[in-house]
């Protein structure tokens, strides 16, 4: 029923940021990349009016209206944000991260003729290409030239390099010597480095910071990949037509979304079997299968590769070709239509029905830029998908840096279909985050990642790069790691740099030895001795089991990597010492506590926990010298603070408060200024301030009337040791008391 936009129709029915500006009544928002009345409107008078610079309004005399001042330049300079360069599409524009300048595209005419009549394009017409792009590599001076990556100097000339020929990334990614950089500027086809599955030689993999050598199967991976399982995995993406956009700095969607999977495959630990072909159980190693959803509706919605010789044909393949004859395929087949994920659902399904049940894992990545349009009549086949029992994760790729109402619309739609908990299986990412090294594929087994976390292996000797090791404990249980307190973190060990084993064995400062059956140096082994003796002599083992083990406590030599460590429960000591909590605060039952002869229970205000026997000291100087304690009668007795044994016990009591930092912490009596009610005696106390009629804290001396909402965290990871803090979570609310 609406009209058709004109100078008076809703400023909410301009879809484009040209046909928006050009009504004076309206204005395009950059941040929400669409059309709002301009507040100019909400001025009367053309005083007001002409006043309003920041919104550049001027009086319309004939209309008595205020309305904004015309864009004088063109419409990429006017904008100011990249997202809203970006998103314009007529014309198209490009951003510059150097210079924060929005400008002009050059040289995207479709006509040859145009093109080549252009001083600054040429064209491009290679393997079923046309395309005009601006001339490259024309500088005149070393210098300039080799500044673009595309370019190299040669006998006193500027020339194209190999890959820099390549004037689009879909060409690009389709050479598998090259990658797209789209992050350079300008963006430019590059060489590729080699890769670490290339690398057949374990001293020439350990020398590749970003390689990782996987001692059970002899074979150097990518170091995000030293944690893959043997994985079955299926990539559901979008096919729609939104695809076609310019998102972010790609200018098309679903040819960067098919890179980015060329370039993820290339690195992936496949397992090598071709599609159709019997799968070993262990291989710790990938199969993936791609099925491309979209269509129109009650037309096809779903496709697969055929399932022809070369191709994996929509069967889970180990096989780099096949995998990468799919990714083209689906290029050249795209379906640039609408949004149908159902069909999808039930090919992914059928898919992972013959992945074998023997152990191996399964997951189902599900990609999308957009709403689901059948986000209502999918429930059988997603009850279908989830019976094959894989990690189900979603993410949405959304265009540009900023969330937009379409990749909320996504995230509704897309959401409900992931594992449980959903939060942890589900990421909404632009694009370059997407394509790159730290993005949702890339980091598929890095445990420290949210999807990684549900598909790496759990940590064993020699099963994973160091940096995916947690804490000391299960870094130094990797033969290659060393731990490091000052960063807190596992990285690998210079040892590893020696190749033979002279240079080897002669490095004393980290500590070296050449492992003859491993064939490579490794740090020595800590807590290695065979006796209980030799192993306590060092103060970083311990002796459990009749095996020396590494104390996950006083190995640590800092109170900040003592206080983190997760795989034991730490405590800095006064004589600067991690030690490991031991004896009551152990003990979770009440007949276990009172077993132990220096133990009591408490049972109180709902709290139930073992704790040391308080206040027995034989002496007034002992007694006094605890603060929970005080002397009474010739007798050691504990105060009405020292009673609570918690830090939320304690802030709890009006009169207490909890000393971290004493030793040990423990709970004391407080005097607050609030209490004091004689102005002499508050002036006499230097953190307190008599404020007219009352006894205030000094720091509270200046406070106006307030009103103030704090808003704080209930997170998880607030139940996690805080410095001196047992519980996070209990120490800001003490705090807070």
């Known amino acids: 029923l609406a009209l058709p936009p004109n100078g008076g129709a809703p400023c909410h029915q301009y879809e484009v940021y040209g046909a928006c500006v050009a009504d004076a009544g309206c204005v395009w928002d950059e941040s929400a990349l669409r059309c709002a009345d301009t507040p100019c409107l909400l001025h009367c008078g053309q005083m007001d009016c002409d006043a309003d610079e920041d919104n550049k309004c001027a009086w319309n005399g004939a209309e008595n209206t205020c309305y904004t001042t015309p864009p004088t330049g063109g419409a990429c300079e006017e904008q100011k944000t990249e ?10 524009c490009e951003w510059s991260r150097d210079d924060e300048v929005c400008t002009e595209k050059l040289c995207t005419t479709t006509s040859k003729d145009e093109c080549t009549a252009d001083s600054q394009c040429e064209w491009f017409e290679e393997e079923g290409a046309a395309v005009c792009t601006p001339k490259r590599c024309t500088a ?40 797209y950089d789209a992050l350079s500027e300008p963006a430019a086809c590059v060489p ?26 002899a074979k150097c991976v990518e170091s995000q990949y030293g944690a893959c399982p043997t994985l079955d995995l299926v990539v559901l993406f979008d096919g729609s037509g939104s695809m076609v956009k310019q998102f972010g700095h790609h200018p098309h969607g679903f040819h960067a979304l098919m890179a980015t999977m060329r370039e993820w495959v290339n690195g992936l630990p496949l397992s090598g079997d071709k599609a159709g072909a019997a799968s070993a159980a262990d291989t710790q190693k990938v199969r993936v299968a791609f099925v491309q959803y979209g269509g129109e509706y009650k037309k096809v919605q779903a496709k697969v590769a055929p399932p022809t010789a070369g191709y994996a044909g929509g069967r889970l393949s180990g096989d780099k070709d096949e995998l990468l004859a799919d990714i083209d395929w689906h290029e050249d087949n795209y379906f640039a239509k609408q949004t149908y994920i159902q069909e999808g659902l039930g090919m992914s399904s059928d898919i992972l029905a013959t992945s074998p049940a023997d152990g191996r894992r399964r997951a189902v990545y599900i990609i999308s830029d957009g709403k689901l349009d059948d986000a209502n009549r999918i429930g059988a086949e997603l009850d279908d998908l989830h019976a094959t029992k894989p990690e189900v994760f979603g993410i949405v790729v959304r265009r540009f840096a900023q969330h937009t109402e379409e990749d909320e619309k996504a995230e509704a739609t897309l959401r409900p279909l992931t594992s449980v908990p959903q939060d942890d299986h589900f990421i909404n990412i632009d694009m370059d985050h997407m394509a790159s090294p730290e993005g949702p594929l890339s980091t598929i087994c890095d445990p420290t990642t949210p999807f990684g976390k549900y598909l790496a292996l759990p940590p064993n000797g020699g099963a994973r790069p160091c940096y995916q090791a947690a804490n000391m404990t299960s870094c130094l249980g990797e033969a290659a790691c060393v731990w490091s307190d000052l960063t807190q973190r596992c990285g690998v060990s210079p040892c590893l740099a020696h190749c033979e084993a002279a240079p080897c064995n002669g490095d004393a400062e980290n500590d070296c030895a050449w492992d003859q059956g491993a064939g490579e140096c490794l740090p020595q082994k800590r807590c290695a001795a065979t006796t209980e003796g030799e192993c306590t002599a060092d103060m970083s083992c311990a002796w459990e089991r009749g095996v020396c083990t590494v104390d996950a406590c006083r190995a640590h030599t800092g109170e900040a990597a003592c206080l983190s460590e997760d795989a034991a429960v730490c405590e800095w000591s006064r004589d600067d010492v991690c030690r490991k909590v031991t004896g009551c605060v ?16 408490f049972e109180e205000e709902g709290a139930a926990v073992c704790t040391p ?125």
């Open 83 to 92: 997202t809203g360069c970006l998103a314009l599409e007529d014309p198209e």
């Open 586 to 601: 152990a003990q979770t039952s009440k007949g276990e506590c009172e077993a132990e002869r220096e133990c009591e229970w």
């Open 140 to 179: 005149p001076t070393e210098g300039e030239c080799v500044a673009d990556k595309r370019c190299e100097w040669e006998g006193g000339v500027c020339k194209v390099t190999e890959c820099g020929r390549w004037p689009t990334e879909q060409l690009c990614s389709r050479d598998g010597n090259c990658y």
């Open 192 to 217: 590729k480095r080699e890769s670490c599955g290339d690398v057949v030689d374990k001293c020439a993999c350990h020398e590749k910071e970003e390689c990782f050598w996987l001692g059970s199967k």
């Open 613 to 737: 026997k308080r206040c027995t000291a034989p002496t007034e100087g002992e007694c006094v010298a605890d603060k929970r304690c005080e002397w009474e009668g010739g007798v050691c007795k504990v105060t009405e603070c020292g009673r609570w044994p918690t830090e939320q016990l304690c802030s709890r009591d009006g009169n207490c408060y909890y000393d971290a930092l004493s030793e040990p912490a423990v709970c004391v009596e407080k005097e607050t200024c609030e209490t004091v009610t004689e102005r002499c005696r508050c002036q006499q106390q230097d953190e307190c301030f008599w404020a007219g009629d009352a006894c205030v804290e000094s720091r509270y001396g200046a406070c106006p009337t307030l009103d103030l909402v704090v808003l704080f965290d209930g997170s998880g990871s607030m139940t996690r040791q805080f410095g001196r803090h047992p519980h996070g979570y209990y120490a800001l609310m003490a705090t807070m008391r």
